[in-house]
């Protein structure tokens, strides 16, 4: 059983510039998650997707969006970056069982994000 | 708002001592809980749930956690720690959106000093 993946595993930026993060779901899951690790902090959640639709968004601006795809990968794209981005970007899937509240979701090992 | 509190930053135990790393929480309705645990530059990785049921939880690598109502708890709990077990832990909750979103603790640094 495969995990899940992200790629890169480090990328530096400059302020203003777009990034794109890439997410392969754990094998069997459909679901993926993403989140924003700042240094010192729990995870955040940014948005969530289900059948390469999103299903609900945190407290982030639309500069942050994503996509899902038919295999269920995912990607985040985040536009005109700012220095406050810079964090840990965690992407975690898990498979709809019928109930989202309940469903567990495994995470991947991250996309460390500097804006320089 | 749901939210959690790990009110310890550091815990600080001997190996081969029981380890318990606090966390509290405050939502409206039944409590959906998890703890995850996270090595230096890795991802978060699943340690146990609960959803419903017994209040006692067991998950991965001899950990537990005990759920109480009364007090909205949910500690994690082990037996008899490790030094590998030197990570930093985070308690989530389940926001009730229906949106999978986890809402985190801050975490709290566990150190087993050998």
């Known amino acids: 059983e495969t995990g899940v993946t992200q790629s890169p595993t480090h990328l530096i930026k400059t302020r203003g510039q777009q990034v794109t993060l890439r997410c392969s779901s754990q094998s069997g899951h459909n679901t993926v998650s993403w989140y924003q690790q700042a240094l010192g902090q729990g995870p955040q959640f940014i948005f969530q997707?289900?059948?390469?639709?999103?299903?609900g968004r945190g407290n982030f601006p639309p500069r942050f969006s994503g996509l899902q795809f038919p295999n269920y990968s995912s990607e985040l794209n985040v536009n005109a970056l700012e220095l406050d981005d810079s964090a840990l970007y965690l992407c975690?899937?898990?498979?709809?069982?019928?109930?989202?509240?309940?469903?567990?979701?495994?995470f991947g090992p991250g996309t460390r994000l500097t804006v320089l | 708002a749901q939210s959690v509190a790990q009110p310890e930053d550091q815990v600080n135990v001997a190996e081969g001592n029981p380890l318990t790393v606090k966390c509290t929480y405050s939502?409206?309705?039944?409590?959906?809980l998890f703890w995850y645990v996270q090595y230096p530059n890795r991802g978060l990785q699943f340690l146990l749930k609960?959803?419903?049921?017994?209040?006692l939880v067991k998950g991965s690598y001899g950990f537990e956690a005990e759920f109480n109502k009364s007090q909205t708890s949910f500690h994690l709990k082990k037996p008899s720690a490790l030094v590998s077990d030197s990570a930093l832990y985070f308690c989530a909750v389940r926001d009730r959106s229906n949106t999978g979103k986890l809402i985190f603790g801050q975490g709290t640094t566990l150190q087993v000093k050998p």
């Open positions: 975690a899937s898990s498979l709809y069982s019928g109930s989202v509240a309940t469903d567990t979701q495994y």
């Open positions: 997707y289900y059948r390469e639709e999103e299903n």
């Open positions: 609960y959803i419903t049921g017994d209040n």
């Open positions: 939502v409206s309705g039944n409590p959906y």
